[in-house]
């Protein structure tokens, strides 16, 4: 399975946006770019997902490179609420979709 | 408000006991996975089941562990003897296979090894 590689942790200020980088160069065509978070004390949850072309929704932006090798969640203004632990996952759409394979993820602290 | 719920939310036990944990998925979710969190492994994939039926157990300490879905309703982790490693919060996650959206999980179940 492709890997990726994430910063180990990350701090913002709040209100601020925030860009949280994900290192993907090893991406196969077929590998879809997954964002899950996991607040303290919680179960992951979905945050965005997208396959070439930058995404939006009501808790994220995704922003793919042209080349796919990496890409940003962006955060367009943090709030105490978002500070987690952010995931980078890629799903191989042929051969394992279901699966979901956590890496260690950014742990992002948000400062008020 | 479609949640997958997980008990107990809290286990203590003791060394050679036998655990068992349950999971209910969302309704029409047809993929159930178990994950374990532990401070120095992370999240790691035990199992999952797609329609019922068990697809990848790779994850798992087969002498110990075993995971069943006897519906689609409930599914169960069971370890059989509890070793204090075993200690780390288990959780269940449920799906729609071959869907592009996400995968929810449960609260979790926090197991102590004593």
């Known amino acids: 399975d492709a890997k990726t590689t994430q910063p180990n942790s990350m701090e913002s200020n709040e209100e601020e946006p925030v860009h949280l980088p994900c290192n993907h160069s090893?991406?196969?065509?077929?590998?879809?770019i997954h964002w899950y978070r996991q607040l303290p004390s919680q179960g992951p949850e979905y945050v965005i997902h997208?396959?070439?072309s930058n995404v939006n929704n009501r808790m994220a932006s995704l922003a793919i490179a042209e080349d796919r090798k990496s890409s940003t969640l962006i955060l367009h203004r943090a709030t105490l609420r978002d500070a987690a632990v952010y995931y980078c996952?890629?799903?191989?759409?042929?051969?394992?979709?279901?699966?979901?394979?956590f890496g260690p993820g950014t742990s992002l602290s948000v400062i008020p | 408000d479609a949640r997958v719920t997980q008990t107990p939310r809290h286990k203590v036990t003791e060394m050679g006991q036998e655990v068992t944990m349950r999971c209910q998925p969302i309704?029409?979710?047809?993929?159930v996975f178990w994950y374990r969190q532990t401070m120095m492994q992370g999240l790691e994939l035990l199992a999952y089941?797609?329609?019922?039926?068990?697809?990848?157990d790779s994850g798992m300490p087969k002498d110990r562990f075993s995971a069943e879905m006897p519906d689609a309703t409930l599914a169960t982790l069971k370890i059989q003897p509890s070793e204090p490693r075993d200690s780390a919060v288990y959780f269940c996650?449920?799906?729609?296979?071959?869907?592009?959206?996400?995968?929810?999980f449960g609260p979790g179940t926090r197991l102590t090894v004593l």
């Open positions: 309704l029409g979710h047809n993929t």
């Open positions: 089941f797609r329609n019922r039926a068990p697809l990848d």
């Open positions: 996650a449920s799906g729609v296979s071959y869907s592009y959206n996400e995968q929810f």
């Open positions: 997208g396959l070439t």
């Open positions: 090893t991406i196969s065509g077929t590998d879809y």
């Open positions: 996952i890629l799903r191989d759409w042929e051969t394992s979709y279901d699966k979901v394979i």
